[in-house]
């Protein structure tokens, strides 16, 4: 197969509602996308990103008037997040109706639902004749696509199109809300940080994780994600390298290491900088054969939270 790259909406969203699947960018990360009206096409997903079954999708939409297309009922709280993030890096949890697939939710009586922000995005989405279930645009468990070139690098050959856009914005995946019970639940931390969320809806807690015999409600909880090939080190601030690896590793932080012959490093001015190039850095020291990449934790507040989350998934997947 061909994997047509095109800067027009109009083109990859003929290719969506043919039956194909069709990576687009957002705010967050890129997306591959399939309308949930071709249930053939999602199980393509599926074998193109080598995903799990059983690994829910979420579903997007254009416009937040739309979520009555795949949910069957819609918190008061629900409302509230809709209101206020909603187009966005959010995701909420919500009762599906019937229009959604079981292939979507992973059997689930629940479906994901985001209404992204990006312009493209949203250029694409309201040309689609149904809404769009869409994971990142990577091979599984890879590091997520930030740009359209590592969308090609991974999944050449295994894509319709692709819709090239510009870099991600945020760069870490969305926050996940589950408001399908009665209290609701983050259950991945990304730029819609718990802080801003209790200001909406103060009831909101937090779960580091699920029961374990409980099914995961949304992407990311059961298998490991974001990692590159080279082993992922945390390191608190001020901690040293061991400098038998320096010469093969790479570093990056929000302060300089303590280190003197790395082969990459990369400072990041704030957290903002560190979310929106993290995975890109990732990918590049996959390219320069790094077999060690040292990650400093920052501050596990705000959108720090989310980065200290996306390197703690990265260093166990090794």
């Known amino acids: 197969m061909q994997t047509v790259i095109t800067d027009s909406p109009e083109e990859a969203a003929h290719y969506l509602n043919e039956g194909g699947i069709v990576a687009f960018p957002t705010e967050t990360v890129y997306g591959l996308g399939a309308a949930i009206c071709h249930p053939e096409a999602i199980e393509r997903i599926f074998t193109a990103k080598?995903?799990?079954?059983?690994n829910p999708l979420i579903v997007h939409i254009a416009d937040p008037?739309?979520?009555?297309?795949?949910a069957s009922h819609i918190?008061?709280?629900?409302k509230k997040l809709v209101l206020h993030f909603f187009p966005g890096p959010l995701t909420l949890v919500l009762k599906k109706n019937s229009s959604v697939p079981d292939s979507v939710t992973a059997g689930l009586d629940t479906v994901g639902v985001r209404c992204p922000s990006n312009s493209d995005a949203n250029a694409f989405l309201k040309l689609c004749r149904c809404p769009v279930a869409a994971p990142s645009a990577n091979r599984s468990g890879r590091p997520s696509s930030t740009k359209w070139s590592a969308v090609l690098e991974d999944l050449e050959g295994k894509v319709d199109c692709i819709l090239r856009g510009k870099p991600s914005d945020i760069g870490l995946e969305s926050t996940i809300v589950d408001c399908s019970g009665e209290t609701p639940l983050l259950l991945r931390t990304g730029a819609v940080t718990i802080e801003k969320l209790q200001a909406v809806v103060p009831s909101i807690r937090t779960a580091d994780s699920l029961r374990q015999h409980e099914p995961p409600r949304c992407p990311g909880l059961k298998y490991p994600h974001y990692?590159?090939?080279a082993r992922v080190v945390l390191l608190d601030t001020g901690e040293r390298i061991d400098p038998v690896t320096e010469r093969n590793s790479a570093y990056i932080g929000l302060s300089l290491p303590a280190a003197e012959r790395l082969a990459l490093v990369k400072q990041c001015h704030n957290v903002d900088e560190y979310a929106r190039v993290l995975f890109d850095f990732f990918r590049l020291c996959d390219s320069r054969?790094?077999?060690i990449i040292y990650c400093q934790l920052p501050p596990a507040e705000g959108l720090g939270r989310a980065i200290c989350d996306r390197l703690t998934r990265a260093a166990s997947g090794h």
């Open 50 to 54: 080598g995903r799990p079954g059983d």
């Open 65 to 70: 008037g739309d979520l009555m297309k795949v």
């Open 75 to 78: 918190s008061s709280d629900a």
């Open 227 to 229: 990692a590159p090939d």
């Open 289 to 291: 054969n790094i077999s």
